[in-house]
């Protein structure tokens, strides 16, 4: 599979804006532009923000917004789980990409977010930037590319739920995000910066991560990292590792999954506490290990731990980490202090597993994320 190249920057063509949009009829016709809607408060009282003006914008008073940072893209699921992707009779449209996953879940939590990227100036990209109006997530800082597409991803689904990959990216809109064309005020606005490692892949977008990372970090942002491994889109095993890694100290947050801990170790062992600790450097302020069904470990300098997850029967994992992440960075964000209360830990980490469990029981990854009714629901039946 080809990645981008140089000979695919087109260099000159200028990149499409909400602005530039909504002057166009066609524009309002497609993306639908309108005041979003106001999001009801939360029963766990989390600050939520009205967004106002076209596409959403963030209030200067917003104390706990989550800016998401990367990848957003179509996942195109198989109808029937278990079938090649020759097989498969029929695919369900339905967007994703992790960091926008993680945004659209804190904004259904009741959550205030706000999504960084770029998508094609096409009908998939409309679609997508119109599926973040929807849910109340602040697009003010997406991008339209006329220059290439919106990220496509074929999803093949196990017997088990669990998910191989096929992306067409030859290359797509997220890969040529540059640094020059980033929202810097919005990205200062940031309590909490999240991201992911796929746009660390290529250039332009690598510098643009790199200088969005250091603008929210000197700004005060805490950094939440995600690696959200997907090798096919690296050159090779050794150039992930190396590109994951490289980014690993500058992170406050990091939230990994057992196969990522073998992957980053060379075929550790996940489950060796010592294992993990090899990947706590000395700035980090909580390390997560998310084990599906099985629920979660914690670890921080003071301690660690592990909160089980919930049953249930798993149709597609697509998106379950995100929902995980937007669970708990949904808590984070309106009280920081959980990162060194142990007990409000462990309640924000059983509200994500909730999360997590109750995305899998549907296919795609944005239309599975629950909201915060959903949640509650969970997890009073599973401690009734």
């Given amino acids: 599979m080809a990645l981008y190249s140089g000979a695919f920057c087109f260099h000159g063509v200028p990149t499409v804006t909400l602005e530039s949009l909504r002057h166009k009829e066609w524009a309002v016709k497609s993306y639908g532009l309108s005041r979003s809607r106001v999001v009801s408060k939360s029963q766990l009282k989390v600050k939520v923000k009205a967004f106002s003006g076209d596409g959403g914008s963030v209030e200067s008073n917003d104390s706990s917004l989550v800016v998401c940072f990367g990848e957003m893209l179509i996942d195109f699921v198989p109808t029937i789980s278990g079938l090649s992707l020759a097989e498969a009779p029929a695919f369900k449209k339905a967007p994703g990409g992790a960091p926008a996953n993680v ?15 770029k998508v094609g100036a096409d009908e998939f990209g409309y679609m997508l930037a119109d599926i973040l109006k929807e849910n109340n997530v602040c697009n003010e800082g997406m991008l ?30 997220d890969m040529l995000l540059q640094e020059s064309e980033l929202n810097y005020d919005l990205i200062r ?12 892949i290529t250039e ?3 510098s643009a991560h790199i200088a969005a990372a250091k603008t929210a970090k000197d700004a005060g942002a805490v950094l939440s990292y995600d690696p959200n491994l997907r090798l096919p889109l690296w050159p090779s095993a050794d150039s992930a590792i190396e590109g994951i890694l490289s980014i690993w100290d500058t992170a406050d947050i990091i939230k990994i999954s057992e196969e990522e801990i073998s992957f980053l170790t060379r075929g550790e062992d996940p489950f060796d506490d010592a294992v993990v600790r090899k990947l706590f450097h000395p700035n980090l302020k909580l390390l997560l290990v998310t084990e599906g069904p099985g ?10 731990g592990r909160v089980k997850g919930l049953k249930v029967d798993a149709v ?13 960075l949904s808590q984070l964000a309106t009280d920081l202090s959980l990162l060194e209360k142990e007990d409000k830990l462990r309640d ?3 509200f994500a597993n909730a999360c997590g469990a109750l995305t899998v029981k549907e296919r795609g990854a944005i239309p599975a994320l629950p909201n915060k009714d959903a949640v509650l629901n969970a997890i009073f039946k599973t401690v009734a």
Avoid: Q, W
């Avoid at 945004?103 to 990227?117: D, E, Y």
């Avoid at 220059?147 to 689904?157: C, H, I, K, P, S």
């Avoid at 629920?295 to 660690?304: I, L, V």
């Avoid at 597609?316 to 708990?328: N, P, Q």
């Fill in 103 to 117: 945004a659209v879940g804190i904004a259904r939590l009741g959550g205030s977010s706000a999504f960084i990227g």
């Fill in 144 to 173: 339209f590319d006329p220059g290439a597409r919106t990220a496509l991803a074929f999803v093949t689904l196990r017997s088990d739920g669990e998910r191989e990959f096929m992306f067409y990216r030859n290359p797509s809109a």
């Fill in 189 to 200: 606005k940031a309590k909490i910066f999240h991201y992911g490692s796929i746009s660390l």
């Fill in 204 to 206: 332009p977008c690598k």
């Fill in 295 to 304: 629920g979660c470990r914690y670890y921080t300098k003071e301690f660690s």
């Fill in 316 to 328: 597609d994992t697509t998106g379950a980490g995100d929902a995980f992440v937007a669970g708990i």
């Fill in 348 to 350: 924000a980490l059983l």
